[in-house]
T-cell receptor, first 113, second 113 residues
Framework: KAGVTQTPRYLIKTRGQQVTLSCSPI?????VSWYQQTPGQGLQFLFE???????NKGNFPGRFSGRQFSNSRSEMNVSTLELGDSALYLC????????????FGPGTRLTVT | QQQVKQSPQSLIVQKGGISIINCAYE??????FPWYQQFPGKGPALLIA?????SEKKEGRFTISFNKSAKQFSLHIMDSQPGDSATYFC????????????FGKGTSLLVTP
């Protein structure tokens, strides 16, 4: 079974632009979560989607948003990029509602210049 | 604030030795404690996890020890191998928090030949 896939793997954007990242969960998994990983703050939870609904959100500004489609694929969007948004953005999928085990993709490395 | 504290930040162990990484948490509502292994350029991979109703869980060379009263848990890697050299993250979550993973800051493990 294929793992979590994320596209693109690498991205360079300019401050003030916006960006959309994509995540395809493991086949059959219906829950998708997003995390931001930086050297300073470590791994931080962004939000979680299940059945196209955002069920949980971390402590990030409104510039960070996401959505989930009926096939469980998810996208996250960051508007008005800041230099501090440079990070590895990780997507994780879970099999079902209430499943604790989360399986991560390889991430998208975003660099904001 | 950091809900899960992890130590040490880095660790050097000789091949064949035991690697020990410790984590502590404050939130008594946490009921699932996974460990993740991350290699450079990859996403975190679920290694082993434990629920608070057991004090120890072993999978191959990896063991989690859990002390509910002290609110601490640790990862032991027996017979450490150079291929174990990676960054290890402990995490904690609960159904109350919507299964969002709260990560420790990570431990960079180097196993020398």
């Amino acid at each position: 079974k294929a793992g979590v896939t994320q596209t693109p793997r690498y991205l360079i954007k300019t401050r003030g632009q916006q960006v959309t990242l994509s995540c395809s969960p493991i086949s059959g998994h219906r829950s998708v979560s997003w995390y931001q990983q930086t050297p300073g703050q470590g791994l931080q939870f962004l939000f979680e989607y299940f059945s196209e609904t955002q069920r949980n959100k971390g402590n990030f500004p409104g510039r960070f948003s996401g959505r989930q489609f009926s096939n469980s694929r998810s996208e996250m969007n960051v508007s008005t990029l800041e230099l501090g948004d440079s990070a590895l953005y990780l997507c994780a999928s879970s099999f079902r509602d209430g499943a604790y085990e989360q399986y991560f993709g390889p991430g998208t490395r975003l660099t904001v210049t | 604030q950091q809900q899960v504290k992890q130590s040490p930040q880095s660790l050097i162990v000789q091949k064949g030795g035991i690697s020990i990484i410790n984590c502590a948490y404050e939130n008594t509502a946490f009921d699932y404690f996974p460990w993740y292994q991350q290699f450079p350029g990859k996403g975190p991979a679920l290694l082993i996890a434990i629920r608070p109703d057991v004090s120890e869980k072993k999978e191959g060379r990896f063991t989690i020890s859990f002390n509910k009263s002290a609110k601490q848990f640790s990862l032991h890697i027996m017979d450490s191998q150079p291929g174990d050299s990676a960054t290890y993250f402990c995490a904690a979550t609960s159904s109350n928090s919507g299964y969002a993973l709260n990560f420790g800051k990570g431990t960079s493990l180097l196993v020398t030949p």
